[in-house]
């Protein structure tokens, strides 16, 4: 995986659990516990949850940078 890789133009930026889950490789569970952890942030729409691609995006490049 390698979201900061795409362009993130043509691509809408809220996603599912499903979506996000299967953008990161992982399991919708364990989405769901980003969320419930804070460490994803969950938007709650007509009582369906979305997460936004760029704060993915965004967690992916600061991991990156502080990996070393």
Known sequence: MNPG???GRDKPYL????RAAEY???SEKAVRHL????IL???RIDGRVFIDRREIDDKYEQARLHAY
Do not use: D, H, K
Request: proline share 6%; net charge positive; hydrophobic share 30%.
């Open 35 to 38: 969320y419930e952890r804070r």
């Open 41 to 43: 942030t969950p938007l």
């Open 5 to 7: 890789a795409e362009s």
């Open 24 to 26: 990161l490789g992982r």
């Open 15 to 18: 996603m599912s659990v499903r």
